[in-house]
């Protein structure tokens, strides 16, 4: 299960920093997969509308949070 929650968070940071580099530039490889959140998530949460580079910045960093977490967890 830790290793799961360690993929999960390495997945969230990768997408989180593709979407700002998204927002920024073009997007340079893996789009349909890194920019799920800034493609598909983003444009229906009306309350983020201006802040794309937060939110990404945002899941990035919860990802990398996770991932710690996750790695400091006890070995089940």
């Known amino acids: 299960?830790?290793?799961i929650i360690q993929l999960l968070g390495i997945v969230m940071?990768?997408?989180g920093v593709s979407g700002a580099i998204d927002q920024v530039a073009v997007q340079p490889l893996f789009g349909?997969?890194?920019?799920?959140f800034n493609r598909v998530i983003l444009p229906r949460l009306d309350f983020l509308?201006?802040?794309e580079i937060f939110a990404n910045l945002t899941l990035a960093a919860l990802g990398a949070v996770l991932a710690v977490a996750a790695e400091r967890l006890q070995p089940s």
């Not at 349909?32 to 799920?36: D, G, H, K, P, T």
């Open 1 to 3: 299960m830790r290793k």
């Open 13 to 15: 940071v990768f997408q």
């Open 32 to 36: 349909i997969f890194l920019n799920f």
């Open 49 to 51: 509308t201006g802040y």
